[in-house]
């Protein structure tokens, strides 16, 4: 099959590589109908994270099961699926509780951003939709594979509640899908912060009530004024950077949870404060698969939208241009079609 | 009046001070029934906070109200009162959000070793028995004014449910207090790691129905087999350094909380094993106030004896003999009496 692989920083190629099979009686293969550049594939691409030269990359796709293994027995081919980016056997002791990112038979999407990908412990990750959904809904899909399923994870991390003050610290796509988890979960004021007017259109559409462009001590100066001095009731940190965790410790009000998804890169937490005000830290690798049913669901009804964080759509062969484009900022979510 | 002072790092005294006075309508003055010293005492005695010399040190103290100043309602002279070591108006934002520690018109107990200390905001902050309490409750009660309510704030900040299994690190009066409140919130298993006999005793007479002697990786390989690898649902950290920081989370469960409550000391938090694993930390100084009523009430009812913490009393003239003795881990916990 052809899939998109990275070579060295920089230097992405969409090639052929071997096709992806079954390896365990717990596989499937989906046949991807839409994949993504994620965030956090531009930690590679940028030299920020070692890269395997040659090997594949993407890790979120939706798609058309092609081929089960012996033992999967709920998944059947033809179903249309949504893969979260991390597969888990829903029955270990971490997926119970919730934690399926923590899966003791963890996996995680290798070829998303290819013609098929293998999807281990088919049958506890994979969610299928009834029937074969409309394409208009493939992008708001495709984004409950990961970046809507983590924005949401910051929400839930964070204790968003409702009548409250969120705070959204980043304004990527896993941002703006907080933003809209915050609205969701009844959150009264939902504050983003965001300086690129492309995205802070679309954070207002997803229900930001505030958008500070500020960024650093001028910004945690305006969500202070904002939150009457008190700080907010929730804050969602989605970037991982140092500054982004530090200007989200700064607008949290004491007693108050920061909700962390970014993958953190050099980030220290500020202890001190942390200890002096009472701020919490939660938050992790999003167990997407807790909350497909309901994001699924969310989707179908129209309730939410999350496929318009995708601005700019590719073939798949151009995905070099995909990550470009994000890189450069030019686009907020690439979604790339094989 | 006499109080005791540090005037440098081992130097110790009791000795001649100003006496306290209402300095603004709303303190009031405590004559000092017990007071005690506290493991953060330990950090300025040993060199590891700085010092101002000739300060009074102490911060935890039962007593009877004295004098009120002239805005102080609810709390009268002649009552027998548990100083909350952080004081607090009650009615602000932070207060009514349970987050007393962080209270706009926050103050502390300065000297709380002596004959007399001054209580900032006493009708928020001071907490009246009904009545003189027998002598033999004293020790309990004055376990309220901070360490109690302490290791409480850790089962609280670390999520303590019942049926759980909670694992304390620490084995100092805060971590036993935190064993006892893990029990009173009905944690099924409670796991103290402590090496020090006379703590173990005190520990499982809290409710630890597991002691680890073992540190470091082999305490933890221990806790990870009696949690049947799983990992506990709950952890307080009741040390503050970073070897207790790491072995807390080292034996939390993925989608847990660590509670925080020792004063951080050289601790970074493992940001990456946090993020993987979906382990929170929260905590920081306890808002006792919050949870006073309810302690003393469990104090007076005989639900709880916290003040089992104390195994050495002096008088305060002698509180440089406790400095060394809980210095050496001669003491657990010195009560001084004027």
């Keep these: 099959m052809r899939a998109t692989t990275i070579h060295a920083p920089g230097d992405i190629r969409f090639e052929e590589v071997p096709d992806p099979t079954i390896e365990e009686p717990t596989d499937a293969i989906v046949k991807v109908v839409a994949g993504c550049i994620c965030g956090s594939d531009l930690w590679p691409y940028r030299g920020e994270n070692p890269v395997r030269a040659g090997s594949t990359i993407g890790h979120e796709c939706v798609g058309i099961v092609e081929e089960v293994g012996s033992a999967v027995s ?25 934690v399926q990112s923590a899966c003791t038979n963890l996996g995680m999407t290798q070829s998303g951003q290819g013609e098929y990908a293998r999807v281990t412990q088919a049958d506890g990750s994979l969610v299928a939709t009834d029937g074969m959904p409309d394409d208009h809904l493939i992008p708001s899909l495709l984004a409950l594979s990961d970046v809507m399923a983590t924005g949401w994870h910051a929400a839930v991390a964070a204790g968003v509640r409702p009548g409250g003050t969120a705070v959204v610290v980043g304004d990527g796509a896993v941002g703006l899908s907080g933003v809209l988890a915050a609205a969701q979960m009844g959150a009264e004021r939902v504050i983003a912060m965001s300086r690129h007017e492309s995205r802070q259109e679309i954070a207002r559409a997803f229900g930001a009530t505030d958008v500070v462009a500020e960024r650093g001590e001028e910004g945690e100066a305006i969500v202070a004024e904002l939150t009457r001095g008190v700080g907010a009731d929730a804050v969602l940190e989605c970037v991982g950077t140092d500054a982004a965790m530090s200007t989200a410790f700064a607008v949290a009000r004491p007693g108050s949870t920061v909700g962390f998804v970014g993958v953190p890169h050099g980030v220290e937490p500020p202890v001190r404060r942390m200890f002096q005000k009472n701020i919490g830290l939660a938050g992790g ?10 994001l699924l669901e969310r989707v179908l009804s129209g309730a939410i939208d999350p496929g318009r964080v995708f601005d700019l759509t590719l073939p798949m062969s151009e995905a070099a241009e995909g990550y470009r484009a994000m890189d450069e900022r030019r686009a907020i979510k690439v979604l790339l079609q094989p």
């Design 285 to 294: 690798v999003a167990p997407v698969r807790r909350y497909l049913p309901d």
């Design 74 to 98: 709920s998944t059947r081919v033809g179903d249309f699926v949504i893969v979260p980016f991390c597969h888990c056997d829903n029955t270990c002791a971490h997926c119970v509780a919730g």
